[in-house]
């Protein structure tokens, strides 16, 4: 299948990113020739393959559940684009 | 001073030849004097670098340094620095200044070695020739008019260059071995799981692997040396002694079996560059090994499968990048929404934002069985070869990229003409396997590197297969001449 205009704007807001009106041609163009190139898999025989997530097939490992961490609030939100009071501000989300 | 191995500027260091405050200031010169031609270095961290080295001249003076104390290095910019910026050459994380180390960066402080700085890459290393960075394009060293390679072309550029003594670089679909090969350089890219991605920005999780891009495979095993081992803090790591690299790097290789995948030397490759590396096996062949014609009929699926995974994986991890915690933030954001959209769509670039596409449609709803689920069960299928293949051989050779440099802009208007770059080396990364690049001559001027892919936790195996063709061959050692 190929991907329209559409379609490719659903992709960016699925994936929360702005794109101009006037991109959107050439996204649709480079992202069905990637899609082209990804369709080659459907030729190949899986019958039967267990899906590989991990090359070592390792399982994730669990550890005993106690604090590891201590609190680096002050580091973290030094960085951070704005805060207040201990807290990270976003524009106002409920009314 | 900038043509020693590690070996020899550690001698140096030990015997009081030259101090750590004057070798790093050798580099920080030459870095001051090419940077602006190169791009190498997107952050250049002098005055760190000096302290750590006097810190270092005080462990050589009474004693208490190790092999590689004083020896200074550059990190790609996607290891988190504590106190420096480290922006994975983006936009999105040009005033991040990382809060904590990566482990690799922990690991290569406590061994006494000096920060010089942190080099460029595409951005989130995403790319196959360094024109993706926010920075700006690297220049090759063996022709500025040429590509370094990618992801790590900055590291690559700034070891060819020999603007550091040894460098770190990152591979998740050959973004240390076809750099390395670009700019004849030996780089290794460990199993997955030997040296722990900590701190190390995310791009594909189940694929990235930090590794050494150094002057020989000599010089690469000392930094493995650093490098590797079980880390707690990385959910992935291995859990695995790590040998001593420099121990066997001497063995004979009477009695090697090396496969030869037909695949590797058909349509595609250039022919300058197939007979460059069939010369390099026909050496091997003379040191005692056997050579052996194997199939890995998979490989086809490698670039395919990479596209679905990659994508996948990356459109996850980059979704922390959201102007909230930090990174780039819009301007005067009407509400939440447009908040995440513009900082995102302001912060990616655009290589970053079709793959972030790409994976986010793989991954939506009604298409993870025909994309992603598919793409795992080839992944299968080329592990799969390797492993029959590894029965009859113990290692397996061929070219590390399609092609010697190539010019900037040749391959920046077909994405898909990108990642077919990265033909022979994606395969390894699906599987898991260490893969390295060595040099092993020149086309008109220009580098070409032969890859050798071993099975896992093979590296000093790989390594001392380097070593031995780099005892009876000399063109790691060649420098470009604008920089010797």
Same mark, same amino acid.
């Given at each position: ?37 990804? /369709? ?34 002050? +580091? *973290? ?7 207040? +009071?201990?807290?990270?501000? &976003? ?5 | ?71 200074? #290095? ?120 030997? &040296? ?11 694929? /990235? ?13 000392? #930094? ?5 081992? @079980? ?33 590797? *030397? ?22 005692? +090994? ?12 490698? &670039? ?85 293949? *590894? ?14 440099? *190539?010019? @900037? ?32 001559? @020149? &086309? ?41």
């Amino acid at each position: 299948m190929s991907l329209d205009k559409h379609d490719v704007e659903k992709i960016a807001h699925l994936a929360r990113l702005s794109i101009q009106e006037d991109d959107i041609p050439h996204y649709a163009r480079d992202l069905n020739n990637i899609l082209n190139l990804v /369709d080659q898999l459907s030729a190949a025989d899986t019958n039967g393959i267990l899906p590989m997530a991990h090359p070592l097939d390792a399982h994730q490992r669990l550890r005993p559940d106690t604090v590891t961490e201590i609190n680096h609030r002050e +580091a *973290f939100q030094a960085i951070a684009p704005k805060t207040e +009071a201990g807290v990270y501000l &976003v524009p106002k989300v409920i009314e | 001073m900038h043509n020693k191995s590690l070996s020899e500027l550690s001698a140096a260091l030990h015997n009081s030849e030259i101090s750590s405050v004057e070798l790093t200031q050798h580099y920080l010169d030459r870095i001051n004097q090419h940077n602006g031609t190169l791009n190498a270095f997107i952050t250049v961290t002098e005055e760190r670098a000096l302290e750590q080295a006097k810190v270092a001249d005080k462990l050589l003076a009474e004693n208490k340094a190790g092999v590689l104390t004083g020896i200074p #290095l550059a990190h790609k910019d996607i290891f988190c620095t504590k106190g420096v910026r480290t922006s994975c050459a983006s936009k999105m994380l040009d005033k991040f200044i990382a809060p904590y180390d990566a482990t690799v960066v922990e690991k290569i402080d406590q061994a006494g070695m000096v920060t010089l700085g942190k080099t460029n890459m595409d951005e989130f290393a995403m790319g196959s020739s360094n024109e993706t960075s926010w920075y700006g394009p690297v220049k090759n060293p063996w022709d500025t008019d040429r590509v370094p390679g990618g992801s790590s072309g900055g590291s690559a550029a700034a070891m060819a260059a020999r603007l550091a003594p040894v460098a770190t670089g990152t591979d998740t679909g050959g973004s240390i071995r076809q750099p390395s090969s670009l700019c004849n350089l030996t780089g290794l890219k460990p199993t997955y799981g030997r &040296v722990s991605r900590y701190g190390m920005i995310a791009f594909a999780s189940s694929l /990235d692997q930090a590794g050494p891009m150094a002057n020989s495979a000599e010089d690469a095993a000392w #930094l493995m040396n650093v490098m590797s081992g @079980f880390d707690e803090k990385d959910s992935t790591s291995v859990d695995r002694d790590v040998p001593d690299y420099t121990a066997n790097l001497n063995d004979s290789l009477e009695g090697l079996t090396i496969g030869l995948p037909k695949e590797y *030397f058909g349509e595609g490759l250039d022919p300058r560059v197939a007979a460059t590396v069939e010369a390099a096996i026909k050496t091997y062949e003379k040191m005692g +090994a056997t050579l052996k014609e194997i199939t890995l009929p998979n490989t086809g699926l490698a &670039v395919p499968t990479y596209y679905v995974v990659a994508p996948a994986e990356c459109s996850s991890n980059l979704s922390r990048m959201d102007g909230v915690r930090f990174g780039h933030r819009a301007e005067d954001p009407k509400d939440l929404m447009d908040l995440y959209t513009r900082s995102r769509g302001e912060g990616f670039g655009e290589e970053v934002k079709r793959r972030i596409m790409i994976g986010t449609y793989a991954l939506s709803a009604g298409y993870y069985d025909a994309y992603y689920l598919k793409a795992q069960q080839c992944r299968r299928l080329i592990s799969n070869d390797f492993q029959e293949a *590894f029965k009859e051989v113990d290692v397996i050779m061929g070219p590390t990229a399609t092609n010697p440099a *190539f010019r @900037f802009g040749e391959k920046t208007d077909d994405p898909v003409a990108m990642y077919l770059e990265d033909i022979y080396t994606i395969n390894t990364n699906l599987a898991g396997l260490p893969g390295m690049s060595i040099p092993a001559g @020149f &086309v008109e001027g220009l580098p070409v590197g032969l890859q050798i892919i071993g099975n896992y936790f093979d590296e000093a195996r790989l390594l001392n297969i380097g070593h031995r063709y780099q005892q009876e061959t000399d063109w790691h050692q060649r420098i470009p001449d604008a920089f010797k």
